[in-house]
């Protein structure tokens, strides 16, 4: 695995610096704003070693709270600013420590949030600035076990009063509103091993991750008394798990890891065993484990109101509240050639997975250099000259890019050239699940086993005497009945 997150490739950067009238030629380094870095260092005294996690941590909740003020324009799409974050880790290795470090700094940052926008009981509506405008209350959705109705909400039947009908009464669901969407154990939402209550699960989370601006973020489900049920889920996703089984299934055939900021890592036997005597050494002893939360929320809520006041003193338009030098797109295109490079030289298998994450983390890179600059000292001192993203935010956020998109590589490869399943093997028992995608299904989303079958073999990658064999190696990816099959959660798969 890499992990020196200030490990730069050969290649030189070449941008024009606004500051300077000479081109600038020279690799650069940057640290991350300074909040972002003592809030890392306070982090990894409680969870050793997990130096990207702990720093990711903290623009998961900065791009929560400022969603509402930023818009990120790219031609003719937009993006908001929140960070969905999924860490897949060896259990035991502190991913449960850096939750038990960041909710009670969510905690307190919600409690400031609600106090201040008086959402202290639940959203509210307002007037601002010629708008109407729902402010949500702040809290956060951390639950392991749920049903739809508990996920989304439901509606409640009244009896009739004299004779005359009665509305129903909407509940909202535990989803519904704005702060952190918590999943301490991933595994079991129903994305790597779906179960009946969860089947949509992939479903609701690939929804609310979608953009903020326009309307597809909404959830919206027809419930069988005839009402529509949406739930308006603003939330932001930090999410933690082992390495579960059939990962590189998931992420090969499904949609929803994509979508997220994916930090992999087997810890070696070694790290672990250094952990394990760190742990023996303390016996015995105690210490002060105390986090300084108020001061961590203090940073964040003070930067959620200068946001807040940039954003209204410009027409209340989110995309007016930072402005972008005209040199960030080329830096962003210089990132974009070294996370080529680094895949460059992969297997083809390994290159083509790893390179479906590429769009989704080319906006995350533009998502965290927007986080950076409003993050930045000047940027709390106030002042509107200091909400320009340039190239210094776009290295600052390869940083973090950088590393989740080298561990995923890096897993790619040794799950698949060392895990005892040779390449050529993985291509044989997947291409069921490539060649299904491109296949017309019938109104309940199904192919005949058959038609795939025969499908299959026209692609040569299998032979005739193989297909038994390799399908029995896939079958769990599909919902299958008697003879018809088809991807489980398809609309997830592929994209």
Same mark, same amino acid.
């Given at each position: 695995?890499?992990?020196?997150?200030n490990e730069?490739?050969?290649?030189?950067?070449?941008?024009?610096?606004?500051?300077?009238?000479?081109?600038v030629?020279?690799?650069?380094?940057?640290?991350?704003? /300074?909040?972002?870095?003592?809030? %890392?260092?306070?982090?990894?005294n409680?969870?050793h070693?997990?130096?990207i996690?702990?720093?990711?941590?903290?623009?998961?909740?900065?791009?929560?709270?400022?969603?509402?003020?930023?818009?990120i324009?790219?031609?003719?799409?937009?993006?908001?600013?929140?960070?969905?974050?999924?860490?897949?880790?060896?259990?035991g290795?502190g991913?449960?420590?850096?939750?038990?470090?960041?909710k009670?700094?969510?905690?307190?940052?919600?409690?400031?949030?609600?106090?201040f926008?008086?959402?202290?009981?639940?959203?509210?509506?307002i007037?601002?600035?010629g708008?109407?405008?729902?402010?949500?209350?702040?809290?956060?959705?951390?639950?392991?076990?749920?049903?739809?109705?508990?996920?989304?909400?439901?509606?409640?039947?009244?009896?009739?009063?004299?004779?005359m009908?009665s509305?129903?009464?909407?509940?909202?669901?535990?989803?519904?509103?704005?702060g952190l969407?918590?999943w301490?154990?991933?595994?079991?939402?129903g994305?790597?091993?779906?179960?009946?209550?969860?089947?949509?699960?992939?479903?609701?989370?690939q929804?609310?991750?979608?953009?903020?601006?326009?309307?597809n973020?909404?959830? !919206?489900k027809?419930? !069988?008394?005839?009402?529509v049920?949406?739930?308006r889920?603003?939330?932001s996703?930090?999410?933690?798990t082992?390495?579960?089984?059939?990962?590189?299934?998931?992420?090969?055939?499904?949609?929803?890891?994509?979508?997220?900021?994916? /930090?992999?890592r087997?810890v070696?036997?070694?790290?672990?065993d250094?952990?394990?005597?760190?742990?023996?050494?303390?016996a +015995?002893?105690r210490?002060?484990?105390?986090?300084?939360s108020?001061?961590h929320?203090?940073?964040?809520?003070?930067i959620?109101?200068?946001? !807040?006041?940039?954003?209204?003193?410009?027409?209340?338009?989110?995309?007016?509240?930072?402005?972008?030098?005209?040199?960030?797109? +080329? %830096?962003?295109?210089?990132?974009?050639?070294r996370?080529?490079?680094?895949?460059?030289?992969?297997?083809?298998?390994?290159?083509?997975?790893?390179?479906?994450?590429?769009?989704r983390?080319?906006?995350?890179?533009?998502?965290?250099?927007?986080?950076?600059?409003?993050?930045?000292?000047?940027?709390?001192?106030? +002042?509107?000259?200091?909400?320009?993203?340039?190239?210094?935010?776009?290295?600052q956020?390869?940083?973090?890019?950088?590393?989740? /998109?080298?561990?995923?590589?890096?897993?790619l490869?040794l799950?698949l050239?060392? +895990?005892?399943?040779?390449?050529?093997?993985?291509?044989?028992?997947l291409?069921?699940?490539?060649?299904?995608?491109?296949?017309?299904?019938?109104?309940?989303?199904?192919?005949?086993?058959?038609a795939?079958?025969?499908?299959?073999?026209?692609?040569?990658?299998?032979?005739k005497?193989?297909a038994?064999?390799?399908?029995?190696?896939? !079958?769990?990816?599909?919902?299958?009945?008697?003879?018809?099959?088809?991807?489980?959660q398809?609309?997830?798969?592929g994209?």
């Amino acid at each position: 695995m890499t992990d020196d997150i200030n490990e730069y490739i050969d290649d030189a950067y070449e941008f024009e610096d606004e500051n300077l009238e000479e081109p600038v030629t020279e690799i650069k380094r940057e640290n991350l704003p /300074y909040a972002a870095q003592r809030w %890392a260092k306070d982090c990894l005294n409680v969870s050793h070693g997990n130096d990207i996690p702990a720093e990711i941590s903290f623009f998961v909740l900065l791009g929560q709270v400022v969603k509402d003020f930023i818009r990120i324009p790219n031609g003719t799409n937009t993006e908001d600013t929140r960070i969905h974050f999924c860490w897949i880790q060896t259990s035991g290795t502190g991913k449960s420590t850096i939750w038990n470090f960041l909710k009670p700094i969510t905690d307190g940052v919600n409690e400031r949030i609600n106090a201040f926008e008086g959402t202290t009981q639940g959203a509210i509506t307002i007037e601002e600035e010629g708008r109407t405008m729902t402010v949500p209350k702040y809290d956060i959705f951390s639950i392991t076990e749920y049903t739809d109705a508990a996920l989304i909400g439901y509606y409640e039947k009244v009896e009739d009063v004299d004779g005359m009908p009665s509305p129903s009464i909407r509940h909202a669901g535990a989803l519904e509103g704005s702060g952190l969407a918590h999943w301490d154990e991933f595994e079991s939402s129903g994305i790597f091993a779906q179960t009946t209550h969860k089947q949509n699960a992939v479903v609701y989370l690939q929804t609310f991750m979608n953009t903020l601006e326009g309307e597809n973020w909404i959830i !919206k489900k027809k419930l !069988k008394e005839g009402d529509v049920m949406e739930c308006r889920c603003e939330r932001s996703v930090f999410a933690t798990t082992y390495v579960p089984k059939h990962l590189k299934d998931v992420i090969a055939e499904k949609g929803v890891l994509q979508r997220m900021l994916c /930090y992999v890592r087997a810890v070696p036997s070694a790290d672990q065993d250094k952990m394990r005597r760190m742990q023996l050494s303390r016996a +015995g002893k105690r210490e002060d484990n105390s986090i300084p939360s108020a001061i961590h929320a203090d940073t964040i809520f003070t930067i959620y109101k200068k946001v !807040k006041e940039q954003f209204i003193a410009n027409g209340s338009n989110p995309f007016n509240t930072v402005k972008y030098s005209r040199y960030w797109a +080329g %830096a962003l295109e210089l990132e974009y050639d070294r996370m080529l490079n680094r895949s460059a030289d992969c297997p083809p298998y390994v290159r083509e997975t790893a390179e479906n994450f590429m769009t989704r983390m080319l906006k995350i890179l533009q998502k965290l250099s927007v986080l950076c600059c409003i993050a930045s000292p000047p940027t709390i001192n106030g +002042g509107e000259e200091h909400y320009i993203v340039g190239p210094k935010h776009v290295r600052q956020a390869y940083k973090l890019t950088q590393q989740c /998109y080298n561990t995923l590589v890096d897993w790619l490869e040794l799950s698949l050239k060392g +895990g005892g399943v040779p390449l050529a093997q993985q291509k044989k028992e997947l291409i069921w699940a490539k060649v299904i995608k491109g296949m017309e299904t019938d109104a309940e989303g199904y192919v005949l086993k058959s038609a795939l079958t025969s499908e299959v073999l026209k692609t040569k990658v299998v032979g005739k005497s193989q297909a038994y064999t390799y399908f029995n190696k896939v !079958k769990h990816l599909f919902d299958i009945d008697r003879n018809r099959l088809k991807l489980k959660q398809a609309k997830g798969f592929g994209k």
